[in-house]
């Protein structure tokens, strides 16, 4: 008995879609930058508003 199973193909891109592979690499690239800037301006508005109220409140001088 003969072994007939055959080792499959490396995958390429066509070239026409390589344009698109690019675009999504650009886009989550994008959304992970966009969601940092988010995070860091969450986190300095929180430090803001706990130093207005320990401020209000007569905490800090």
Do not use: H, N, Q, Y
Request: glycine residues 10%; without cysteine.
């Amino acid at each position: 008995m003969t072994d007939k199973t055959t080792t499959p193909s490396a995958r390429s891109l066509e070239p026409g879609t390589a344009w698109l592979s690019g675009l999504i690499v650009a886009t989550l690239t994008g959304g992970v930058a966009v969601l940092s800037a988010s995070v860091l301006s969450a986190v300095l508005v929180a430090l803001g508003i706990t130093a207005a109220l320990a401020l209000a409140l007569g905490f800090l001088p």
